[in-house]
C-alpha cells in the first residue's frame, strides 16, 4: 500500500519548487550554491533527500556523495544514527510504527 506522509514528501516538494524558482529568478545554478541541512526532523531528512536528488540530477553533486556521507562527514550525527534515524523514518512511512 502507498503511504504519502505531508512531513516527508509534501514540505520538500514545496521547499525544491521554491528553491528552483529561486535560482530561476536570481539566474543562478543549482551547482554554485552551498546548502546547510540543519535537523534531523522527517520533514529535514525529506528535504535533505530531495535536494541531494536534485542535485545528482543536475550533476551538481557527484553520485558517491551521498546525503548519509554528507550528514555523518558533518560531523552533526554518526553512522550508527543515521541509520536509526533513516529506520526509524522507514516504519512511520510504512504505518508500522507503534503497531
Do not use: C, W
Not at 536534485?54 to 553533486?61: L, R
Not at 557527484?62 to 543515521?82: H, M, P, R
Amino acid at each position: 500500500m502507498l503511504r504519502y506522509n505531508d512531513d516527508i514528501h509534501g514540505t520538500p516538494s514545496v521547499s525544491i519548487a521554491g528553491l528552483t524558482t529561486a535560482l530561476q529568478i536570481s539566474d543562478m545554478k543549482l551547482k554554485d550554491q552551498r546548502i546547510f541541512f540543519l535537523g534531523a526532523g522527517s520533514a529535514g531528512i525529506g528535504i535533505a533527500n530531495m535536494i541531494v536528488e536534485a542535485m545528482v540530477a543536475h550533476k551538481a553533486m557527484n553520485d558517491d556523495l551521498t546525503l548519509k556521507q554528507a550528514a555523518v562527514q558533518s560531523g552533526e550525527v554518526s553512522e550508527q544514527q543515521f541509520e536509526e534515524m533513516v529506520d526509524a523514518r522507514k516504519l512511520v512511512g510504512s504505518g508500522l510504527a507503534g503497531a
